[in-house]
């Protein structure tokens, strides 16, 4: 009988060394190689994770809706249960502080706080329902960092008036802005309105394959929709929402609250196709059009204007994950001239029968470490070196047998070197205050569902069991060096 436990003590030492052994020849990074006050973090979001889509009085989302729609979700799944978080949260927090992270980024789902929108009663399940959430992460000394919007919004907004491609929605999204500034605010020191405006413009009234699912040809085939006109409507309302938003944060709650205010973007990196001017300057389109998303607007009027330059960013957050060629088809020919609309190019990540980098498991995300200095020094030199936060950075498994989940170290290598590209460039001066790995659970993955994982903890969605993968052991051991420093950290005089 005694054999058994010293059986597995020593499977344990023999995965050990060889975890060792498997990192010992990677990019070699410190946590001391950044700023004493750069904080690390995971990062999830409310649809993804939560779950209880109909507890605690929640209305529908339009994501809840659209789920639940024959043939838009790849493996015919919904996120009804997703890691059921709305329930585990305690334990997910758990997860975190075991890692040793300084930050989690979570998102509040509107639809919990506000079921009715401006129409009905703030909802106190749901508000109480995130407070425990942000004092449970406080008492762990993790700092909470907020999305306000991650694609998510009551159906009721969508049927009523048509969500973003009405001004209405301003209203709307300043109230829900302000319940929550009021309701979180004296705990929560970074706010983030929206997460990726550009992909839910993109997918939702460009290509029609995220909610509302507009879209007019050749952009889509969807049954409504105008893909030339739309994306630009509601961008303009979102823009506006977000200065709207801001205006509310500044005027009433950030001198007593003392919290930063910003934005994410989804921000891949772009290389030219061919080393030609067309392609050079495809490129150039390429990073106006998807990171800046807001050419070609309807005319604001002197009010909006005002509003805007008032509601500028504290920070800017982004989520990078890939890098992509990118071939011109304004000045040449191209067999698919719409992957990014009026940009006029085609998005690829081979040439010549190689890929620029390792394939994951997610569509056109390729493993390119040196586009991380690309997209951080692009932000820096075209936003007057604003704070960032990369907001999001992960590695894409396909879903498969748990053995091959959990020894994922090719998620540990796509970190080691992502991580090791972006400490050069805080050291050339980029203002990066802050890294998040995409995600802390394997979840809901949008239009994939559970077929692809990005998780540093692997969950059975049968079972909702959370066994963390070797990533997770990796980034513990890396954070682990953060113990030393954490007095230093609280006195530090680098300015956050």
């Not at 790849?74 to 975190?96: C, K, Q, R, T, W």
């Not at 801001?246 to 609250?257: H, S, T, W």
């Not at 009027?301 to 990078?320: M, P, W, Y």
């Amino acid at each position: 009988m005694r054999s058994q436990p010293c059986s597995i003590l020593l499977r344990l030492l023999l995965i050990h060394g060889l975890f060792l052994r498997l990192t010992s020849s990677r990019t070699t990074v410190h946590r001391g190689q950044f700023p004493p006050s750069f904080l690390f973090g995971t990062a999830t979001s409310s649809f993804q994770i939560e779950g209880g889509y109909l507890q605690g009085n929640k209305s529908l989302s339009n994501w809840d809706v659209f789920s639940h729609m024959p043939g838009k979700i790849e493996d015919g799944s919904n996120a009804d249960v997703a890691d059921d978080h709305y329930n585990l949260f305690l334990e997910d927090i758990e997860l975190m502080h075991s890692l040793g992270v300084d930050a989690y980024r979570f998102s509040i789902a509107w639809s919990r706080v506000l079921p009715q929108g401006r129409f009905g009663e703030v909802n106190s399940e749901g508000i109480e329902f995130y407070n425990n959430i942000i004092d449970a992460l406080l008492v762990r000394d993790i700092k909470p960092f907020v999305t306000l919007n991650h694609y998510d919004l009551p159906q009721l907004l969508e049927d009523r008036y048509g969500s973003w491609l009405s001004s209405e929605i301003q209203l709307d999204f300043g109230y829900f802005a302000q319940v929550c500034f009021e309701a979180f605010g004296d705990r929560v020191t970074y706010w983030s309105i929206f997460n990726e405006p550009n992909v839910l413009i993109y997918h939702g009234y460009l290509l029609g394959t995220y909610p509302p699912g507009r879209c007019s040809y050749p952009f889509g085939n969807c049954s409504y929709g105008d893909s030339a006109l739309e994306p630009y409507i509601a961008t303009h309302n979102l823009v506006l929402s977000h200065a709207t938003a801001a205006e509310i944060y500044r005027k009433y709650y950030q001198e007593k609250q003392g919290g930063m205010i910003g934005i994410v973007i989804s921000a891949p990196w772009f290389e030219p196709y061919d080393d030609t001017p067309a392609d050079r300057l495809a490129v150039q389109r390429s990073l106006a059009f998807y990171f800046a998303c807001i050419s070609r607007l309807p005319t604001y009027s002197a009010e909006e204007r005002k509003k805007l330059l008032e509601g500028k960013l504290d920070f800017i957050g982004v989520n990078h994950y890939t890098t992509l060629y990118v071939k011109d088809c304004m000045f040449s020919s191209c067999a698919s001239p719409y992957s990014l609309g009026d940009a006029f190019v085609y998005l690829t990540g081979e040439k010549d029968g190689a890929y620029i980098g390792e394939r994951t498991a997610m569509p056109l995300f390729f493993v390119v470490p040196r586009g991380m200095e690309g997209i951080v020094t692009y932000v820096k030199e075209r936003y007057n070196n604003t704070p960032m936060f990369i907001t999001e950075n992960g590695y894409a498994q396909p879903a498969g047998a748990i053995k091959d989940s959990l020894n994922d170290t090719k998620r540990i290598e796509y970190h080691e070197n992502y991580l090791a590209v972006l400490s050069e460039v805080v050291r050339k001066g980029a203002d990066v205050r802050g890294y998040f790995i995409w995600s802390l659970l394997d979840n809901f993955e949008w239009l994939h569902g559970y077929l692809i994982r990005f998780g540093l903890h692997y969950v059975d969605f049968q079972t909702l069991k959370r066994t963390p993968k070797w990533s997770a052991t990796w980034y513990t051991e890396f954070l682990s060096e953060d113990n030393k420093i954490r007095a230093i950290r609280k006195t530090s005089t680098y300015k956050m």
